[in-house]
Nanobody
């Protein structure tokens, strides 16, 4: 059974940094590309960053490029989203996903429950 568990959410101030982690279990030898999506209040689910199963391929949305980065630790089956220079528009529930290397949610079969990031002064 595949299980993705996100952690690291919370209330942060504009300009702060935050690191989210996604612990994956049930994925054979971490062979699935992983990604982070987010969904703000009243908004559709939005792609954030994706990383290939080897960690060499990485891609982030223009809205977060230069501020967010994605990495993975294959020994621990953990995917990390490092978020810097956070602003109120980054407020959303952040979800971890496993599936194809894609910027579309349709490419992902497995999803975590999400962790909330609120950026406010």
């Amino acid at each position: 059974q595949v299980r993705l568990v996100e952690s690291g959410g919370g209330l942060v101030q504009p300009g702060d940094s935050r690191r989210l982690t996604c612990a994956a279990s049930g994925l054979p030898n971490f062979t699935y590309p992983m990604a982070w999506f987010r969904q703000g209040p009243g908004k559709e689910r939005e792609f954030v960053c994706a990383i290939g199963s080897s960690g060499r391929l990485r891609y982030c949305a223009d809205s977060v490029k230069g501020r967010f980065s994605i990495s993975l630790d294959r020994t621990k089956n953990i995917v990390t989203l490092q978020m810097d220079s956070l602003n109120p528009e980054d407020t959303a529930q952040y979800l971890c996903a496993a599936g194809l290397f894609s910027n579309s949610s349709r490419g992902y079969n497995y999803w975590g429950q999400g962790t909330q990031i609120t950026v406010s002064s």
